[in-house]
C-alpha cells in the first residue's frame, strides 16, 4: 500500500521521468483494511472526501463557470430528475490566456 499511497500524492506533488510537475492530485487511495469491520458508510465517506476539491480545481483551472441567465441568476443546476433535461450547465469563461 505504501508504493500506491506515494501516487496519492496528498502531500508531495508528483513528477514525471522529465521533471514536470503534475498539476493536479486525481487519485485517492484508501487502506480497505482499515474499514473493514466499520460501517460502510465510513469507506465511502474516506474515499470521497477529496472528490469535491478536485471537482472544482478542474473548472478553475479548465476556467469553467456555471452559466448565467438574464437577470443574473444562477442557471438550473443539475439533478438526477433533470440531468437529461438539455444542453449543458456550464459554459467556458471567455478569457484569453
Partial sequence: FSAMDKLDADDVPLKSSKGVTMKRDIVQFVPFNKFKQAHIGAL??????????????????????????????????????????????????NTKM
Avoid: C, D, W
Avoid at 463557470?65 to 469563461?93: D, F
Fill in 44 to 93: 465511502a465517506k474516506e474515499v470521497l472526501e477529496e472528490v469535491p476539491e478536485q471537482i472544482t480545481s478542474f473548472m478553475t483551472m479548465k476556467k469553467l463557470h456555471p452559466l448565467q441567465k438574464k437577470g443574473g441568476h444562477l442557471a438550473k443546476q443539475p439533478t438526477m430528475a433533470n440531468i437529461y433535461e438539455g444542453p449543458s450547465t456550464l459554459v467556458r469563461a
